[in-house]
Each structure stands twice: as C-alpha cells, then as structure tokens.
C-alpha cells in the first residue's frame, strides 16, 4: 500500500489476546525445531499475538481430526494455562461436548475452528471475560472439545457461554452439551464428573 507522500505504509496487526510470540514459528520456517517440546503447553514458547500470526500457524498444521489418538491442541488466554490448577481456571469448570470417533472427520475440524473463531473474535460478547480458553482433545473411544470459563459460580455467564457455543457450532436442541466444574472432575469418582449445567 502507498500513501500520497509515495511511502509504503504496513498493514496494522491487529492485536489477539489470547497470546505469545513466534520464535517457534520462525524457528519452522527457517526449517529448524524449537527447542521446546510442543507436547508441553505450558512451555511452548509459540502463542499468537495477532490475528494474522494465528492464521499464520492454523493454516499450517494438522486438523484436529488428523491428530493421533491422545494428542491434544488448545488455545488459551494469556497467561492461562490449560490446566485445572492454574489461578485463572481454579474456581472455573467447561462446557463439553463429546464426540464419537466415527464423527471425528465430518464434526471434529468445524466444531474446533468455530470455536477458535468464536474466541479470537470474542464471539462470547459481554461473557467473553468469563472464557479462559478451549481444548480438543482426540481419544480412543471419543473425541472432546471443551470450552473453559473462570468462575463457575457465575450461573448466568456461564449458560450465556454455553448457548452461544451451541448456537455457533450448529448443535441441534436434541443433543445435550454439559458443563462440569473443575472441582467436580478432580473429585470424580467415575469416568464422569457430574453435570452443573445441562443445555
């Protein structure tokens, strides 16, 4: 782009809160390997900034439906780590949704790049605050995708998240998503923590 003095302007970047930087990214396309193991989201030095840095990485890995079995992607807010004991998720809980393996290729890559959409774009409106992050996770019996919130005990927040990731994932009244405190999966006794909220 130029300008009327004949100077070239940059394109502004436009800023991402759910954050971090490209040093693994142009360790990759310098065709060298991070020094960090991707496998540990807390240490992976690769976070997005901007939007274009998001595109930048999205559109050059896998699909969620082409992981192997026990890998997982996430995508978090600054300086929140996918993980129950982080201060930012601690008094919070998830929306999950559960998918059969047979569904892995025709629901798995929409219902995940919705939902990045909806957190990069902060499609959860006045609620968005309340979002901490969301992972995919792909398992042997059944695939999970979740949608993290920081406080549980926010009733309303927390179902206004919940119908608003139904509506953008298309997910019809006859199929129910759950949402389960963290507290309430640490204490779990089966393979199911019980359910705070149904939708």
């Known amino acids: 782009m130029t300008s009327a003095a004949g100077l070239s302007e940059v394109a502004p970047r436009m800023p991402m809160e ?24 807390q240490k992976h030095p690769l976070h997005n900034r901007f939007v ?31 993980m129950w004991e982080d201060p930012g998720n601690v008094n919070g809980g998830r929306w999950l949704i559960t998918l059969d393996k047979n569904k892995r290729n025709h ?8 939902t990045l959409l909806l957190l990069i774009g902060e499609g959860f409106d006045e609620d968005s ?25 926010k ?10 990731l139904k509506e953008a ?12 405190t963290h507290t309430d999966q640490e204490q779990k006794s089966s393979s199911m923590a019980k359910s705070t909220y149904v939708l």
């Open 107 to 114: 629901s798995m890559d929409s219902f995940w790049i919705e």
């Open 169 to 180: 994932l298309k997910i019809p009244d006859n199929i129910q998503i759950a949402y389960q």
């Open 155 to 164: 009733r309303d927040s927390c179902v206004n998240i919940g119908q608003r």
């Open 18 to 41: 759910s954050a971090a930087a490209a040093a693994a990214a142009e360790a990759e396309m310098n065709g060298e390997e991070s020094a960090v193991a991707i496998g540990d989201p």
């Open 52 to 82: 274009e840095d998001f595109w930048a990485l999205f559109n050059h890995i896998q699909p969620a439906s082409k992981l192997p079995v026990g890998c997982d992607y996430s995508l978090f807010k600054h300086g929140i780590n996918p």
């Open 129 to 153: 605050d309340e979002v901490c992050g969301a992972i995919v996770q792909i398992r042997a019996k059944q695939d999970k995708l979740s949608v993290w919130t920081r406080t549980a005990d």
